[in-house]
């Protein structure tokens, strides 16, 4: 069974764009979460989705939003790009009983 | 909000010492959870525990969950250069709410 995927892996960016991080969960999960670690910062829960629907979100301003597609994929969006931005991005697939994340997509804002 | 809260933040340990994460949570947990992040991957489920109380084992590591399920435990024993990395509890609050929230992670160092 393949596990949660994201793409890209690595995403440079200048400050004042916009990123799109993607993620597609393991088979037959319909929630979606998406976690930001910056450096030296543990885990900070972003937002979660289910079923096509927002079910909660973070502590994070409105240019960072996201969506689920009918089939369960989700995009992370991040507008107007700010340095403090830089962190890796995590999804993760049907957190009961943990199991696990994907491997990230880090993105640097210059 | 709920705050989940990790002591120490760093731990460095002589190779075959015994070392203990200690997680906090402001506001009751429904379960705790653990996750192992070597350097450089990502972040990988290690075992749940659900019931007040309750101990786990998993060959050298040792999960406990508190009494009144705002607090837990990970010990490692006899520590090895593969236990590097750093660990993170997580909880989703007593209410039902899915939301997982992470503590702020002990970062283990091995001195060989």
């Known amino acids: 069974e393949a596990g949660v995927t994201q793409s890209p892996t690595h995403l440079i960016k200048t400050r004042g764009q916009q990123a799109t991080l993607r993620c597609s969960p393991i088979?037959?999960?319909?929630?979606v979460y998406w976690y930001q670690q910056a450096l030296g910062l543990g885990l900070q829960f972003l937002l979660w989705?289910?079923?096509?629907?927002?079910?909660n979100r973070g502590n994070f301003p409105p240019r960072f939003s996201g969506r689920q597609f009918p089939n369960y994929s989700s995009e992370l969006n991040v507008n107007a790009l700010e340095l403090e931005d830089s962190a890796l991005y995590l999804c993760a697939s049907s957190l009961v009983g943990g199991p696990g994340f994907g491997s990230g997509t880090r993105l640097t804002v210059v | 909000g709920q705050q989940v809260m990790q002591i120490p933040q760093y731990q460095h340990v002589q190779e075959g010492e015994d070392f203990t994460t200690y997680c906090n949570s402001s506001?009751?947990?429904?379960?705790i959870q653990w996750y192992k992040q070597r350097p450089g991957g990502h972040p990988v489920f290690l075992i749940q525990?659900?019931?007040?109380?309750e101990v786990k084992k998993q060959k050298r590591l040792t999960f406990q969950f508190g009494e009144a399920k705002k607090n837990s435990s990970l010990h490692i024993t006899a520590t090895q250069t593969t236990d590097v990395g750093t660990y993170f509890c997580?909880?989703?609050?007593?209410?039902?709410?899915?939301?997982?929230?992470f503590g702020t992670g002990t970062r283990l160092t091995i001195i060989p």
């Open positions: 997580a909880g989703p609050p007593n209410f039902g709410n899915e939301k997982l929230t």
């Open positions: 506001t009751t947990l429904s379960n």
């Open positions: 525990l659900v019931k007040s109380g």
């Open positions: 088979s037959g999960h319909t929630s």
């Open positions: 989705y289910d079923e096509g629907e927002e079910r």
